[in-house]
C-alpha cells in the first residue's frame, strides 16, 4: 500500500513580516513549497515594492502601519482568524532570504509525523553561511536560551525565526509582544503551556538587505533588552 502524503494532509498557512523587502521578498514565496495553502506577507510600514512584488509573486500582501515584528506577526494572525476554513499549522518565515524557505517541510515534520505542537528550525554553527549572524546576535541566543535553560529547564539552542506551531496551540499562547520580543515570547509560553517541542537544524545565509534588529546599535540593544525582559518577567512568574 502507498503510503499518502501527509504534508498535503495539513493545512498550512505562512506568515512573513516584511519591512522593505523589495529586493528578496519574490525569492522567497517562490521558494516556498507548492503545497501550502496559504502565504500571507505582511508589510511592516514598507516604502519600497515589497507589497507589489509580493503580490505579483502570488502571496495574500496585508499592511501595518505600527512598526514592529510583533505588529506585523499579530496582523497575519488576526487575518488568519477571520478566514471560515483555519490551518492545522502555521509558519512563520522572514522575508529577507536568509532563510531557506524550501526547507519548510523539515519543520513542519515533526507535527505532521511525530504530532509535536511546536518547531524551531535552529540556526546551527556548521549550517550557516559566515557573517549570517553577527557577534550581538550569537551571544545574544546563547544567552538567551541559556537563562531559559537555568530557570525553565528548556532545551532550546536558538531564537530561530522559522518556526512552526500547531494553530491551536498559536492561538492558546495568547500572544501580545509587538516588537523584538516575539520570538522569545512565544518560546517561554510554550514552555510554560508544556508544549512538546524540538528544533531542526537549518540553513542560513546572509540576508539581502540590512538587518532591522542586528544591522544597527539601536536595534541589537533594544532586542536585548526585549529578550532578557521577557526572560526575567517568566521566572518571576
Known amino acids: 500500500?502507498?503510503?499518502?502524503?501527509?504534508?498535503?494532509?495539513?493545512?498550512?498557512?505562512?506568515?512573513?513580516?516584511?519591512?522593505?523587502?523589495a529586493n528578496s521578498i519574490a525569492k522567497v514565496i517562490n521558494d516556498i513549497p507548492k503545497h501550502v495553502e496559504e502565504i500571507i506577507v505582511v508589510s511592516n510600514n514598507s516604502s519600497d515594492a515589497t507589497e507589489n512584488n509580493a503580490a505579483k509573486a502570488g502571496a495574500t500582501v496585508l499592511t501595518e502601519s505600527n512598526k514592529g515584528y510583533g505588529y506585523a506577526c499579530l496582523k497575519g494572525m488576526d487575518y488568519i482568524a477571520n478566514k471560515k476554513i483555519k490551518p492545522d499549522i502555521v509558519v512563520f518565515l522572514d522575508g529577507d532570504y536568509s532563510d531557506y524557505p524550501e526547507e519548510l517541510n523539515k519543520i513542519v515534520a515533526p507535527i505532521i509525523d511525530k504530532d509535536i505542537d511546536f518547531v524551531i528550525g535552529a540556526r546551527v554553527k556548521?549550517?550557516?553561511e559566515e557573517g549570517a549572524m553577527t557577534v550581538p546576535q550569537i551571544f545574544g541566543n546563547w544567552l538567551a536560551t541559556a537563562l531559559m535553560k537555568l530557570f525553565f529547564g528548556a532545551t532550546f539552542t536558538d531564537l530561530g525565526p522559522f518556526r512552526a506551531i500547531k494553530y491551536n496551540k498559536l492561538l492558546a499562547l495568547?500572544?501580545?509582544?509587538?516588537?523584538?520580543?516575539?520570538?522569545?515570547?512565544?518560546?517561554?509560553?510554550?514552555?510554560?503551556?508544556k508544549l512538546s517541542y524540538t528544533e531542526v537544524p537549518v540553513n542560513y545565509r546572509n540576508r539581502i538587505g540590512v538587518s532591522k534588529v542586528s544591522g544597527t546599535v539601536k536595534g541589537a540593544i533594544f532586542a536585548?533588552?526585549?529578550?532578557?525582559g521577557w526572560i526575567f518577567k517568566y521566572s518571576l512568574k
Open 126 to 128: 556548521q549550517l550557516r
Open 224 to 228: 536585548g533588552v526585549k529578550i532578557l
Open 174 to 193: 495568547n500572544m501580545e509582544d509587538k516588537t523584538y520580543g516575539w520570538t522569545v515570547e512565544m518560546q517561554l509560553k510554550a514552555i510554560k503551556q
Open 1 to 21: 500500500m502507498t503510503k499518502p502524503n501527509t504534508k498535503q494532509s495539513h493545512s498550512i498557512n505562512v506568515i512573513i513580516p516584511a519591512h522593505n523587502e
